[in-house]
């Protein structure tokens, strides 16, 4: 820099020049600093499974599981979602005889053929899930019907890439009719696992219109989201994409794609109401699996189509900058104002009392 020379005398311009920096012979004092960068988010390659359960053939439906997975990896996926009560079946249509203050035979056995084809938690259909996790090397979120001695539950099992086992959520409230055949779940599986990926939990279907289930899920910092439904209705939409804003997490959405072929055809099974009208390629259930993000954007999906694996990148970096502007139990929570209590212990209906005075009850 130079300051202007005085016209009015003949002195020299005198130069005004900066405090000239010692640069260490080592390097310099300050590293330059490149304000473009920054720290580089994992993404994570996530499938959704859109496809239809074996009714009432357990085995089989492992086997289709199995071939989907294998295909799933082999498009370099790290984390598969499949639909609620994939093993086991989903009893759209079925009313098992049910009227108030009525059973009938019929439908008793519907149930017993129901019960044959759920699975034990823990049991060797669960340790074969845990070899294809393992050997497929994927996180894997599968939808079950799980029997516990003579009671039914509508179960999300969870297990990591090195085929372990990691937990179960079994749904709390189930809908309408599923009362009849399904039992509770309690605040004691109602988990998010921390992995290498993510964190991860499941609500299946109706219950991710609870919102205080919701916010126990955000409490305990869940980022993927997995929403296994059985419900294809275009509003569906809607709340997964409101979950994705309100929890600033990616939501995955899995459902399946039925048509009525893929149900014992009449008078093995019959949609009640319906059957006069169905054939066997009538549609049933059309899917709608969804991938969305934080930020409300669809990243796969919905598809309405026919059975699919439906796939997306997510960019992890997306939860922060989602909760920038809103983390429901964070900054914008308000606990001053309104708070949520979970209870998390089991609810076992008998506790038995040793002699030594410890505590037995039945697990779930």
Known sequence: MQAAADQNDNSTPKKMSLVPVQTPADGPLFAEVNMGAEPSAPTV????????????????????????????????????????????GYPRGSTFGVTIGNRTAKGKEEFRKYHASAIEVPGPEVDRLAAMAGKYKVFLVMGVI???????????????????????????????????????????????????????????????????????????????????????????QASMTHIALEGGCFVLSANQF??????????????????????????????????????????????????????????LGEIAR?????????????????SLVVKDDPTNPVTFTSASGKAEGSQK
Request: aromatic residues 10%; contains cysteine.
């Open 322 to 338: 989602a909760k920038f502007d809103f983390d429901v139990v964070g900054h914008y929570s308000r606990p001053e104002v309104l």
């Open 146 to 236: 799980e029997r516990d001695g003579y009671t039914l539950y509508c179960t999300v099992l969870f297990f990591d890439s090195q085929g372990h086992y990691l937990g179960k959520h079994r749904k709390v409230m189930p809908t309408a009719l599923e009362r009849v055949i399904w039992g509770f779940g309690d605040g004691s599986t109602i988990p998010v696992f921390d992995t290498p990926i993510g964190k991860i939990g499941a609500a299946i279907c109706w219950e991710n219109r609870m919102p205080l289930l919701r916010t126990a899920m955000y409490a305990k910092g869940v980022e993927i989201y997995c929403a296994p439904t059985a419900d294809s209705r275009n509003i569906w």
């Open 45 to 88: 390659r996530a499938t959704v499974v859109q496809a239809s359960t074996i009714f009432y053939d357990t085995p089989a439906t492992l086997d289709k599981a199995e071939r989907l997975l294998d295909e799933a990896a082999g498009h370099g996926s790290q984390l598969v979602v499949f639909p609620e009560a994939f093993i086991g």
């Open 258 to 315: 039925c048509r009525r072929k893929d149900y014992p055809p009449p008078p093995e099974y019959v949609f009640s109401g319906q059957e006069e009208e169905l054939t066997p390629d009538s549609v049933v259930c059309a899917g709608g699996s969804v991938i969305i993000s934080p930020s409300g954007t669809v990243l796969a999906g919905p598809n309405y189509d026919g059975e699919a694996l439906i796939s997306a990148d997510l960019d």
